[in-house]
């Protein structure tokens, strides 16, 4: 079957939105808002801001994020033209006492921009995708990007790599703005090997440590006024704002990037999961031996399955005779769609057909390695981005829940085999009780620390009192949303994993776009974890609340979410 008449016999987004909507499983029609009425307009239904400052264009629109789990149907919604224009709107809401929230792509799950449910009456939703975008790049060794915080990945690597110059580690999708990416410490995968000698200014934590300065909307005191202040690596108090969580409003940052380099990524599917996430000691094609070989590797593994898909990156300079030579990014075509057997197992899964989950998966898994052999995939070279980026806004949506364990890199297999050993074990008591609560993929990466003077809210911050924890596991697990039963496995999930990884050999924090603080009724609702465990977890968090509320003491860059959380 060719890639072409793959493609021809494949639903559409807004036909499986039809198929799936009753049974609460939609795949989203994107997260473009679904309309959008300017304000004055007879058909505004919501009540106008009081004295909103002219000349600022405002619309009444919904808001969505990428489960359309959080969906605001009627929000008034600005578009920031300038960085000025945001310092003009943040004075106007703290004279009105409103709030804002900065609105990119919306690609998250957490409740950062707006809580579901929320009272939005009194917030304005600044756009800033539609005008503060722009980008520069300086060359050098290193060189650095300047960008708008609404400016995305897709451009900026595009961009840096017309001047020679790239990142070595980059979240998977690139339909993100920067901004959105900083705010939450977004992270690829990826170490240098033992013997690598990377180019000056690559980076292998979060792009946040990648940031060398940064221009904030903050509270002055001596103006009595919010305005516009650019922070650089020697300000400390640069780091609250490195990842901010929504707690603050960037409109530009600095970062540094380096010399590009071509990547060859081979994609395995023949290597049975008990070997790849075997106990520590086991032979053979393990986690830890792709981190010895090569430093960079994703693993992606269904439930019910017998092998993972592994992404294998390796640096190569020259074109290797066999792989498949990319010119551009998004090499994986298959992964982003959804066929009609998926849609109809969807279907009957929503439906009450639990027992269908190992049939669904098994097809997602089949779908991986027959789409690599249409799409000759399996072995692919080109500059980073080309096999960094591969997830598109048009693939199926997911809720997925996500940690971070922070361990020594001789720790890695053991840190993953424990993680696999009790999601086998949970989900095995849930099956013999006839409930199948997730459907989607276990997605594992691996990346470095970021510094001792890095973010002080990235999930990657090193510990000064464990200097042996150089690396990062990141653990995400997913199902579709309205999987019955999903929310008692993730917070099972959720208490093994906080309670494993302790003590002298890891320690965990969440991964803040995902999900995390389950209880039964879902995530972000556990007052315990929210209170106590995740400030626990960070060294500076104190530190980190306390320097973001005296640049926003009136808290116009806050939530309700937010005000319990920090």
Same mark, same amino acid.
């Not at 799936?20 to 997260?31: K, N, Q």
């Not at 994020?65 to 000025?84: H, M, Q």
């Given at each position: 079957?060719?890639?072409?008449?793959?493609?021809?016999?494949?639903?559409?987004?807004?036909?499986?939105?039809?198929?799936?909507?009753?049974?609460?499983?939609?795949?989203?029609?994107?997260?473009?808002?679904?309309?959008?009425?300017?304000?004055?307009?007879?058909? #505004?239904?919501?009540?106008?801001?009081?004295?909103?400052?002219?000349?600022?264009?405002? =619309?009444?629109?919904?808001?969505?994020?990428?489960? !359309?789990?959080?969906?605001?149907?009627? $929000?008034?919604?600005?578009?920031?033209?300038?960085?000025?224009? $945001?310092?003009?709107?943040?004075?106007?809401?703290?004279?009105?006492?409103?709030?804002?929230?900065?609105?990119?792509?919306?690609?998250?799950?957490?409740?950062?921009?707006?809580?579901?449910?929320?009272?939005?009456?009194?917030?304005?939703?600044?756009?800033?995708?539609?005008?503060?975008?722009?980008?520069?790049?300086?060359?050098?060794?290193?060189?650095?990007?300047?960008?708008?915080?609404?400016?995305?990945?897709?451009?900026?690597?595009?961009?840096?790599?017309?001047?020679?110059?790239?990142?070595?580690?980059?979240?998977?999708?690139?339909?993100?703005? +920067?901004?959105?990416?900083? /705010?939450?410490?977004?992270?690829?995968?990826?170490?240098?090997?033992?013997?690598?000698?990377?180019?000056?200014?690559?980076?292998?934590?979060?792009?946040?440590? !990648?940031?060398?300065?940064?221009?904030? $909307?903050?509270?002055?005191?001596?103006?009595?006024?919010?305005?516009?202040?650019?922070?650089?690596?020697?300000?400390?108090?640069?780091?609250?704002?490195?990842?901010?969580?929504?707690?603050?409003?960037?409109?530009?940052?600095?970062?540094?990037?380096?010399?590009?380099?071509? &990547?060859?990524?081979?994609?395995?599917?023949?290597?049975?999961?008990?070997?790849?996430?075997?106990?520590?000691?086991?032979?053979?094609?393990? +986690?830890?031996?792709?981190?010895?070989?090569?430093? *960079?590797?994703?693993?992606?593994?269904?439930?019910?399955?017998?092998?993972?898909? &592994?992404?294998?990156?390796?640096?190569? @300079?020259?074109?290797?005779?066999?792989?498949?030579?990319?010119?551009?990014?998004?090499?994986?075509?298959?992964?982003?769609?959804?066929?009609?057997?998926?849609? #109809?197992?969807?279907?009957?899964?929503?439906?009450?057909?639990?027992?269908?989950?190992?049939?669904?998966?098994?097809?997602?898994?089949?779908?991986?390695?027959?789409?690599?052999?249409?799409?000759?995939?399996?072995?692919?070279?080109?500059?980073?981005?080309?096999? &960094?980026?591969?997830?598109?806004?048009?693939?199926?949506? +997911?809720?997925?829940?996500?940690?971070?364990?922070?361990?020594?890199?001789?720790?890695?297999?053991?840190?993953?085999?424990?993680?696999?050993?009790?999601?086998? =074990?949970?989900?095995?008591?849930?099956?013999?009780?006839?409930?199948?609560?997730?459907?989607?993929?276990?997605? &594992? *990466?691996?990346?470095?620390?970021?510094?001792?003077?890095?973010?002080?809210?990235?999930?990657?911050? /090193?510990?000064?009192?464990? @200097?042996?924890?150089?690396?990062?596991?990141?653990?995400?697990?997913?199902?579709?949303?309205?999987?019955?039963?999903?929310?008692?496995?993730? *917070?099972?999930?959720?208490?093994? +994993?906080?309670?494993?990884?302790?003590?002298?050999?890891?320690?965990?924090?969440?991964?803040?776009?995902?999900?995390?603080?389950?209880?039964?009724?879902?995530?972000?609702?556990?007052?315990?974890?929210?209170?106590?465990?995740?400030? /626990?977890?960070?060294?500076?968090?104190?530190? #980190?609340?306390?320097?973001?509320?005296?640049?926003?003491?009136?808290?116009?860059?806050?939530?309700?979410?937010?005000?319990?959380?920090?």
């Amino acid at each position: 079957m060719s890639d072409d008449s793959a493609r021809r016999t494949s639903l559409t987004r807004r036909t499986l939105l039809t198929a799936t909507a009753a049974a609460g499983l939609a795949a989203a029609a994107g997260l473009q808002p679904s309309h959008r009425i300017p304000a004055g307009s007879a058909a #505004a239904t919501l009540t106008p801001p009081p004295g909103f400052p002219a000349g600022i264009p405002l =619309s009444q629109q919904a808001f969505r994020n990428w489960s !359309l789990e959080i969906r605001v149907e009627d $929000v008034w919604t600005a578009s920031a033209r300038t960085p000025d224009d $945001v310092v003009t709107l943040a004075n106007w809401a703290h004279e009105h006492g409103y709030r804002l929230r900065a609105r990119g792509k919306g690609h998250t799950w957490s409740p950062l921009v707006v809580p579901a449910g929320a009272d939005t009456s009194r917030t304005i939703i600044v756009d800033t995708t539609s005008h503060l975008t722009a980008v520069s790049v300086r060359g050098g060794t290193p060189g650095s990007v300047t960008a708008q915080t609404g400016a995305t990945l897709d451009t900026i690597l595009a961009r840096l790599e017309e001047s020679g110059l790239g990142l070595a580690t980059t979240t998977a999708p690139g339909d993100l703005t +920067i901004g959105g990416v900083l /705010a939450i410490g977004g992270h690829g995968t990826g170490l240098p090997t033992a013997g690598e000698h990377p180019p000056a200014g690559s980076g292998f934590g979060t792009l946040s440590s !990648l940031v060398t300065s940064l221009t904030a $909307v903050v509270w002055s005191a001596a103006e009595g006024r919010y305005a516009l202040r650019t922070f650089t690596r020697s300000d400390p108090d640069i780091r609250a704002f490195l990842v901010h969580l929504g707690r603050a409003f960037i409109t530009e940052v600095t970062m540094t990037a380096a010399a590009n380099t071509r &990547l060859r990524c081979r994609n395995w599917y023949d290597v049975n999961v008990a070997t790849v996430f075997g106990p520590p000691g086991t032979g053979g094609r393990t +986690i830890s031996s792709y981190v010895a070989g090569t430093g *960079r590797v994703e693993a992606i593994w269904f439930p019910f399955t017998d092998v993972p898909w &592994l992404k294998v990156w390796s640096v190569a @300079p020259t074109k290797p005779l066999l792989a498949k030579q990319l010119d551009a990014p998004y090499p994986y075509s298959f992964a982003n769609r959804v066929t009609e057997d998926m849609s #109809a197992l969807l279907g009957e899964i929503a439906a009450g057909g639990g027992d269908k989950t190992p049939d669904f998966t098994k097809l997602a898994m089949s779908i991986v390695g027959s789409g690599l052999i249409v799409t000759g995939t399996w072995d692919v070279w080109g500059w980073s981005k080309n096999s &960094l980026l591969y997830v598109e806004p048009t693939t199926l949506r +997911i809720v997925e829940a996500g940690w971070a364990v922070l361990t020594s890199r001789a720790n890695v297999q053991r840190v993953v085999s424990d993680f696999y050993g009790h999601y086998k =074990s949970v989900l095995a008591a849930h099956q013999s009780r006839g409930s199948y609560p997730v459907n989607g993929p276990i997605e &594992l *990466r691996i990346t470095g620390t970021d510094p001792h003077d890095g973010p002080f809210l990235s999930p990657a911050l /090193a510990r000064p009192d464990h @200097p042996e924890w150089d690396t990062v596991v990141w653990l995400d697990f997913a199902t579709y949303p309205g999987t019955p039963g999903a929310a008692p496995f993730f *917070r099972e999930m959720e208490q093994r +994993i906080w309670q494993t990884y302790t003590g002298s050999y890891a320690t965990v924090r969440p991964e803040w776009s995902k999900g995390w603080a389950y209880t039964d009724n879902g995530p972000w609702t556990d007052p315990a974890t929210l209170g106590n465990t995740v400030p /626990a977890a960070f060294n500076d968090w104190r530190t #980190a609340r306390n320097t973001l509320n005296s640049y926003d003491p009136a808290r116009v860059f806050s939530n309700a979410f937010l005000d319990t959380l920090l």
